[in-house]
């Protein structure tokens, strides 16, 4: 499995205007509907809000990774937002603003190749180079080209 | 030879913020010069496992998570027990903490 095979150019949105944490949410959701990636867009935000009440995806650097592994998800996914300006209020643990967004959606059960590739995206966030080659990327072909790169790379 | 600290992360969900907590440890580590092994604890299952030995040569633990870790074996080490995204915030903090020997010995429960 490659990284392409979780997220494509309609999964990628760029300077966005979020009002709020919400609106990041259902705007995100969405895509994942018009993609046919979940299959109860309610039950799905859900999921994603249960975990967010847990402590804020939020966790500084500019990152907020909302996420769900849920029955809800027909198949693993992920969308990539960039959200304009400084960012959106994503109720970060640090109280800073955020303005790059993966949202993970994961199916219960099956199989775990794509936790994988999420491991090494989780790693590479923590890199400030690669954080701001995202924040760079001008159209949604240069970003899925950061993260192919990425994922040919082999683990440290 | 550096200087060696072992560490756990582990989160909820296991998706994410068990791997972000162990490369932000990890780099800390090597930037102060020291060496961490760290196990993820995440959806995949446990990887990156700490041996008897790696827990012996270590100065220090730390521990990164959200969800139950098996503690018993690290029962008389120097020991820190933070959330898994304080980890990932204050990783540089934590492994100065750590190799200034500031951590409490831990007695494991039972």
New interface residues.
């Given amino acids: 499995m490659n990284i392409t095979d979780l997220i494509n150019e309609q999964l990628i949105i760029l300077n966005e205007d979020f009002d709020n944490k919400n609106d990041v949410i259902d705007k995100l959701a969405k895509r994942f509907e018009a993609s046919d990636i979940i299959n109860d867009i309610e039950g799905f935000k859900d999921a994603i809000k249960a975990?967010e009440k847990?402590?804020s995806?939020g966790?500084?650097m500019g990152i907020a990774?909302p996420?769900a592994?849920s029955e809800t998800v027909n198949k693993p996914a992920l969308i990539f937002a960039k959200a304009k300006g400084e960012g959106v209020d994503f109720e970060a643990?640090?109280d800073t603003l955020s303005d790059l967004i993966f949202m993970?959606a994961?199916p219960s059960g099956g199989e775990?190749l794509h936790?994988?590739i999420?491991?090494k995206?989780?790693?590479k966030?923590?890199?400030d180079e690669f954080r701001a080659a995202l924040r760079e990327a001008s159209d949604p072909s240069s970003v899925l080209k950061i993260l192919e790169e990425m994922d040919k790379e082999e683990q440290s | 030879m550096s200087r060696k600290l072992v560490g756990v992360t582990s989160c909820p969900t296991g998706i994410a913020h068990t791997y972000m907590a162990a490369e932000q440890l990890e780099k800390a580590a090597k930037k102060a010069g020291a060496k961490i092994k760290v196990e993820t604890a995440g959806s995949i299952g446990v990887e990156n496992g700490l041996s008897k030995k790696d827990i012996e040569e270590a100065e220090a633990v730390i521990i990164a998570a959200d969800a139950r870790v098996e503690m018993a074996r690290f029962d008389g080490k120097p020991l820190k027990e933070v959330s898994v995204s304080h980890a990932i915030k204050k990783s540089a903090e934590l492994i100065e903490e750590a190799l200034d020997g500031n951590f409490k010995i831990y007695k494991a429960k039972e």
């Fill in positions: 975990r847990e402590g995806t966790i500084g990774i996420h592994k643990l640090d993970i994961v775990n936790l994988k999420l491991q995206l989780s790693r966030l923590m890199h």
